[in-house]
Nanobody, 118 residues
Framework: QVQLVESGGGLVQPGGSLRLSCGASGITFTNYAMNWYRQAPGKERELVATITPGGSTNYADFVKGRFTISRENAKNTVYLQMNSLKPEDTAVYYC????????????WGQGTQVTISS
């Protein structure tokens, strides 16, 4: 069974840092692009960052220069390092795995709450 489990969320002050982790099981991890999405209350889910199996990255404009996505294939884990956090970063952050093969396959984690507040 495929499982993506996020961890590392919590409450931090504006300007602080947080690192999210997502461990994957049940998939061939190196075949999947890994993504972080987030969803704030009352807003639609939005893509935050992407990393390909080869390590190429892409970021939403609103996190560029502040967030870094990385992956450690030997541990089947993707990370999101978040620096210079702002109150508007408050959201549930979701890990996503996407595979392009003969058919497209996509899996989601349960989400982890990130709250930026004084």
């Amino acid at each position: 069974q495929v499982q993506l489990v996020e961890s590392g969320g919590g409450l931090v002050q504006p300007g602080g840092s947080l690192r999210l982790s997502c461990g994957a099981s049940g998939i061939t991890f190196t075949n999947y692009a890994m993504n972080w999405y987030r969803q704030a209350p009352g807003k639609e889910r939005e893509l935050v960052a992407t990393i390909t199996p080869g390590g190429s990255t892409n970021y939403a404009d609103f996190v560029k220069g502040r967030f870094t996505i990385s992956r450690e294939n030997a541990k089947n884990t993707v990370y999101l390092q978040m620096n210079s956090l702002k109150p508007e970063d408050t959201a549930v952050y979701y890990c996503n795995a996407a595979f392009r093969g003969f058919i497209r396959q996509e899996y989601w984690g349960q989400g982890t709450q990130v709250t930026i507040s004084s």
